[in-house]
C-alpha cells in the first residue's frame, strides 16, 4: 500500500499515557500501603467490628435476633476481607470494566441498614444479658463504619472515579493534556 494512502479516519500516530483514574497493572503484586490509606483503614475496622461482634453474639443465649447477628457479621467479615485482600494484591485492576465502586457502594449500602436491624432486634432481645448488649454496641459501631464507608464509595463512584488503578487514555495526533488535567 503506498505510504501516502492511509485511512483518514485513523492518525498517522498516537500517544498512551497513564493517569490515576483507572487501567490494568502489568501483574499482581501486594501492596501494604493500602492498609494505610482510608478505605484500607475502614476495611480493617469492619473486619474487626465483624469478628467481635460475631463472637459477641455467639455468646448470647440461642435466639432468632442473635442468630441473625451471626449470619450478618459473618457474612460481612467473609466480603470485606476477600474485598480487602483484592485490593491488598491490585487484583482490582485486572478487572477494570466491573464497576467495583458502584458495587462495593451497594454491598455497604446494604450491609449498613443489616447492620441497623441486627443491631436493633440483638438490642432490643437482650436488655437484661450482656453479651446481648455488647453483640448490640458492636454491631451498631459496625453500622456506623459500613456508612461511612458507603458515603465514600458514592461520592468516589459520582466523581467518575475507579476503585483503584491508573487509566489507560488514547490520544490522537494533535491533541493535547495540560498539566494538571489528571
Known sequence: MDPGMQ???FPGQHTTTTGPMG???????FDPTYIKTIPGILKAVQ???????????????DHSSSNWFSFVS???FWVTGILLVLYLMHILERFPMVPWLMLEFGYCAV???FYLTCASATAASGADDPAFGAAAFF?????IAYGV????????WRGGEMAQGS???????????SPGAY
Not at 454491631?139 to 453500622?143: N, R, S
Not at 487509566?167 to 493534556?177: A, N
Open 7 to 9: 485511512d483518514p479516519g
Open 23 to 29: 487501567g490494568m497493572a502489568p501483574n499482581i503484586h
Open 47 to 61: 473486619l474487626l467490628l465483624n469478628l467481635i461482634g460475631y463472637i459477641c453474639a455467639m455468646v448470647c443465649p
Open 74 to 76: 459473618m457474612t460481612a
Open 111 to 113: 450491609f449498613t441498614f
Open 139 to 143: 454491631g451498631f459501631a459496625a453500622m
Open 149 to 156: 464507608d458507603t458515603f465514600f464509595k458514592f461520592k468516589a
Open 167 to 177: 487509566q489507560q487514555v488514547e490520544m490522537g495526533q494533535g491533541d493535547m493534556v
